[in-house]
Every structure is written in C-alpha cells, then in structure tokens.
C-alpha cells in the first residue's frame, strides 16, 4: 500500500487555506516529501502523519516556493525526536542551496545527507525507487516518479514439486537464490509472472515535453502542475516556464496514467474547479487537487 498526500497545491506564495504545492508519500511507515516551500512544516503537520519518520526531502528546484520551508522543517523534524539522518535529493545547485539555508538551522540531532541527480538513475529511497527526469523551466528543475516494486508470487506448488524443504522458500520468496543438494535453485523456478507494482509521478514547475510524458508511462497518480486554468493563459504558461490545465491533461493522456491530480495553481486562479472541465475534455479522469487530499493506492489482485 502507498499512501500519497498533497498537503499544499499553490504556487508563487502561501494563501490562507492554500499551502505551497508539495506532495508526500508514506511506504511502510516512512515518509518521504516532493518539495517544501515556505510553510509546508504547516501543512505537513495538519495532515497530521507525523515528522518524525520523514527521512527523504526530494526537491524539483531552487525557486523559493519549492525549497524555503526546508531550515524550518529540519527543525520541526529535530523536535520531533528525530535522530536517524535525512536524505535530501535534489538537482545541480540544491546542495549550495541547501548549505546556505543550514544557516539558520544549524544544530541538528541529524545528519543531511544531500545528493544532487542526474536524469534517468534510478535511486533506491525509502522501500521504492526514484528517477528523475529534466524539467523544462528555464533553471536545473527536476520531475520525478516513485515505483513501488512488486514481487511476483510465491507458488507453492512448484517448490514442493522441487522436494523443497519450506524453510527455503522465504529466501526464494525474497528474490534470492539458494543451494539445494548441491545445486542452485533460481527464485525463477518457482515464483510467477512478473507483477504490476505502483507508481506516482510529480511533476511541477515545467512545460509539458516528450521526456515527461515517458517518465509518467503508465502511473497510477501523476500529480502535475496545471498553474493557469483558462486555454486563454497559454501564451503566459510559456512564458513562465508553466501549464494549462488542458496540457496537463494532455501529457496524462498521453502518458496513459491511470489519474490526474492537478497542483501549482497561480495565486490569481482562486476556483481551480472552474476550469476542471477543459482538463476533463483531453483525461476524464482529471481532478483538482486541493490542500489535505489523500489517496491509498493498492497493489492490483487478479
Ligand atoms: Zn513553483
Ligand atoms: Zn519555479
């Protein structure tokens, strides 16, 4: 099960009762957190999942909407216990960025550990796997997916039909090989076909491109930034390096995701759901996000 959360869905600036556009993610109990402007400890914590398990803070870039909550939030997780160390992931330029903003948060009862991506190296994080994409927003900005993997089942069966012993079969069940009477037994030979995993895409601060488009391939949730509503803004939403709603949609369709949660409204779009039609038109399955919106994401059983 993946839990997905956009705690703030703004752009540009904090709004009453719109937070900036972030997006988390809990695996297993741990949390992991897309961007964090100004204000998202807030948001964070009126979603009310906790801090203090949240260990990975992966930012698309350094506009301030996108990376000045982090000194706060650090230090909401240090008062929240938090001992283990912090994974931030980001693209070039973030570490410098990040250093600087240490500054006014500098005694931590944890270590951060920043690490800047290239595009298309999958990263094993917090029980699934991140890769990074190039945005297209006129400074290093980064789109991600996160995979959950999914092992193929078990088939009894077939491992009795080997004469395996069952205190064997966990190693196998996990992936790994064993030795049996003096042979290998590959995992192969008694698991099934391979099985659909989970994924979520965010995507924000960008204009739509092929590459985004292949990084979304097939997601359950593509979270992805729609910062103006109206077709009439199309020519500002190139000039900023930004989207309309409809070509959010259209980078969903095109991606074949299974749903569209719009994010990153302008401050100026102040009833998103307005325009929730234009997008409806290209990817029915287009919904606005709002700030507290939550989505459980399970495993497929056929
Ligand atoms: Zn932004
Ligand atoms: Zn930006």
Known sequence: ???????????????????????????????????????????????????????TIVISHCHAD????????????????????????GPPGLCAVAEGLRGIAPVLPFEVRCEELAPRQPQAVAGGRLVAELADHGLPCLSYRFDVPRQPAFQPERARALGLPVEHWQTLQRGEAISWRGHAVEPSEVLGPPR???AVAYLTDTRPAARLVELAAGVDLLVCEGTYGDDADAAKAVEHGHM????????????????LWLTHFSPALQEPERYLSLARQVFPAAEVGNDGRTVALSFEDR
């Not at 809990?26 to 801090?51: H, I, K, M, P, Y």
């Open 66 to 89: 996108h990376v000045s909550g982090l000194p706060g939030l650090l230090l909401r997780l240090a008062n929240s216990d938090r001992v283990e160390p912090v994974r931030l992931f």
């Open 244 to 259: 309309t709603f409809r070509e959010a949609a259209e980078l969903a369709a095109a991606a074949g995701a299974r749903r």
């Open 196 to 198: 659909r995993g989970l």
């Open 1 to 55: 099960m993946l839990d997905v959360a956009l705690p703030g869905t703004g752009g540009m600036m904090p709004l009453p009762g719109r937070w900036l556009s972030c997006l988390l993610v809990r695996l297993g109990g741990e949390l992991l957190l897309f961007d964090c402007g100004e204000g998202t400890q807030v948001a964070l914590a009126a979603l009310g999942w906790g801090f203090r398990r949240l260990g």
